[in-house]
């Protein structure tokens, strides 16, 4: 399984999800803000 990392407003990160709607795989989705965290 697929796991998707982004922002719920980002160009994209909408289109790697539309095309995996496209393919229907099946994905995890994580929304994760923007920051200036070392982590991100």
Known sequence: ???LY???L???VNMVK???YEK???FDW???K???ESDY
């Open 1 to 3: 399984m697929v796991t």
């Open 6 to 8: 982004g922002f719920t």
């Open 10 to 12: 980002s160009n994209y």
């Open 18 to 20: 539309m095309a995996l």
């Open 24 to 26: 229907e795989m099946d």
């Open 30 to 32: 994580v929304d994760v």
């Open 34 to 36: 923007p920051n200036q």
